[in-house]
């Protein structure tokens, strides 16, 4: 009796434990976890276009870090491998020499990679220019200082994601229409921080902001020429026409030296600020600037 007790209650455990352990087997599976699209920039400006569009299914790097020269810089081995697993680059597609100079070798290191042009698209593209300063010849690369022109991009950049995964179209969609909105309402601030503006001419060191200024009525003179240090011919000349047009500011960006704006600042009496054309933080960033001309041009 005692060992038919014993292997009744042992079979009356073993089908206890199976009862528990019925519910969590008959279950539905979790979701699986989707891997986030890799996807490679070339400027910062265009992680925030990608994440406001790609949201939480992005993981967005930009190849030309904060602080540094589209114009020279180097890619590192670490951004090699990065970019060797990631879906799709959005190159900025205008002729900045980083793409220039380094857009065939990325591909040839992920040839499955697609690339996205954010100047082009399925109706009429970003309209390019040529550099606001005579002496600089060549197409003005850095169209996403117009927030109009960040709009053909943002749409290039939904395309793009929407190829990519399908069924998250919707999704994708939506917040381009969100970003969208928010274009508007930056350019409507932009536009009421350059109301006051008398002066339309300022002076910058390195000339990025052709597009914002064709956008908004101004007139660009850059101090660099050709990416190089300006002559003293140059300098005097500059000197004298900011002389003639009142000019009292000397723009400057963090991807470039100082010292020929601070010179011709000291010559003038004025001042030097600094403005970001790489700014991560678009919306923001832009913001800050046109604040700064208003305030620089009234």
Known sequence: ?????????????????????????????APM?????????????????????????????AMVPPGANPHTYEVTPAQMAKLSTAKVYFKVGSPIEFELTWLDKLTAQNEDMKVV??????????EWMQSSDPDEPGIDPHTWTSPQNVKIMVNNICAGLVQLDTVNKSYYEANRDSYLQKLEALDSDIKLALAGAVN?????????WGYFAREYGLQQLGIEKEGKEPQAAYMARLINEAREKNIRVIFVSPQFDTRSAEAIAHEIGGRVVSIDPEGRDYLDNMRKVAAAFGEALK
């Open 1 to 29: 009796m005692t060992g038919c007790k014993a292997l009744a209650m042992t079979g009356s455990m073993v089908l206890a434990v199976m009862l528990l352990l019925m519910p969590a087997a008959c279950a539905p599976a």
């Open 33 to 61: 976890a989707v891997d986030k699209i890799g996807v490679m920039v070339t400027v910062l400006p265009q992680v925030e276009f990608v994440t406001a569009v790609g949201g939480g299914k992005v993981e967005v790097t």
């Open 117 to 126: 042009d954010c100047n082009k698209g399925s109706n009429k593209g970003i």
């Open 200 to 208: 339309r001419t300022f002076i910058v060191y390195h000339p990025a």
